[in-house]
């Protein structure tokens, strides 16, 4: 086969224009790869030791003794409920304990809707709950309920023992 003189004219520029695609080809993959790369290894270093301690927080913080639970947290709240319109709303009653964390959340008087419960008959909810807050911002961890002035969730311990503790016990990572 003859090469024409126009099929000359164009063969090297086509040449190089499929050369320079492979090019970029290869370091659009190349930079694909290395960002998941750097991106695995990001997610390696954040999720090894801060997910295994707040893991270890959600999980096991039930079952830790009164003190270290009182210790570890960076806010406690008393609440009471309130029948308002055939819903149970969770109000705030008393912040028992707070460290660090933005005064204007969690504020006596407040309420706190992920609790509200709707009205049925003979439903027992008892005087309040008393909640566990840890980390900034605070987050969740425990609540228990609170019936004849005791936690029934924390062994029966009278609630005024938790609010003496909390005076006393100075805060801790865990």
Same mark, same amino acid.
Request: with cysteine; charged share 25%; hydrophobic share 45%.
């Given at each position: 086969?003859?090469?024409?003189?126009?099929l000359?004219?164009?063969?090297?520029p086509?040449?190089l224009?499929?050369?320079?695609?492979?090019l970029?080809?290869g370091?659009?993959?190349?930079?694909?790869?290395?960002?998941w790369?750097?991106?695995?290894?990001i997610?390696?270093?954040v #999720?090894?030791? @801060?997910?295994?301690q707040h893991?270890?927080?959600?999980?096991?913080?039930y %079952? $830790?003794?009164?003190e270290?639970? &009182?210790?570890s947290?960076?806010?406690?709240?008393?609440t009471e409920?309130?029948?308002i319109?055939?819903?149970?709303?969770?109000?705030i009653?008393?912040?028992?304990?707070r460290?660090?964390?933005d005064?204007r959340?969690y504020?006596v008087?407040d309420?706190?809707?992920?609790?509200?419960?709707?009205?049925k008959?003979? #439903?027992d909810? @008892?005087?309040?709950?008393?909640?566990f807050?840890?980390?900034?911002?605070p %987050? $969740?961890?425990?609540?228990?309920? &609170?019936?004849?002035?005791?936690?029934?969730?924390?062994?029966?311990?009278?609630f005024?023992?938790?609010?003496?503790?909390a005076?006393?016990?100075?805060?801790?990572?865990?």
């Open positions: 086969m003859k090469k024409t003189p126009l000359k004219k164009f063969l090297l086509l040449w224009l499929v050369a320079i695609a492979l970029m080809l370091l659009l993959l190349f930079g694909q790869i290395r960002a790369s750097v991106f695995s290894r997610r390696e270093l #999720l090894s030791e @801060g997910t295994e893991e270890d927080m959600m999980v096991n913080f %079952s $830790w003794p009164v270290r639970k &009182i210790a947290s960076s806010l406690i709240l008393r409920w309130k029948l319109d055939g819903v149970h709303r969770c109000m009653a008393e912040v028992i304990k460290v660090g964390s005064s959340l504020r008087g309420e706190y809707p992920i609790d509200n419960i709707r009205a008959e003979g #439903l909810l @008892g005087e309040g709950q008393i909640l807050f840890t980390g900034e911002p %987050s $969740w961890q425990y609540s228990s309920v &609170i019936r004849d002035g005791r936690v029934v969730g924390m062994g029966g311990i009278p005024d023992a938790i609010r003496d503790l005076v006393q016990t100075p805060k801790s990572d865990h």
